[in-house]
């Protein structure tokens, strides 16, 4: 099986020490999870 990259998403960056600090990264891909799960449920998310 070949994986493929259909489409890409950016969620929140920020400076080292800036506004997002206090944010796990998780909190920060939430929302983007939420949005596509509501469009179609997705076969495999990979965060990096």
Do not use: H
């Amino acid at each position: 099986m070949q994986a493929v990259i259909v489409e890409a998403k950016r969620t929140p960056f920020g400076d080292k020490n800036g506004m997002l600090k206090n944010y796990r990264p998780e909190q920060l891909a939430a929302p983007l999870i939420r949005y596509l799960s509501q469009m179609r449920t997705p076969d495999d998310v990979i965060l990096g």
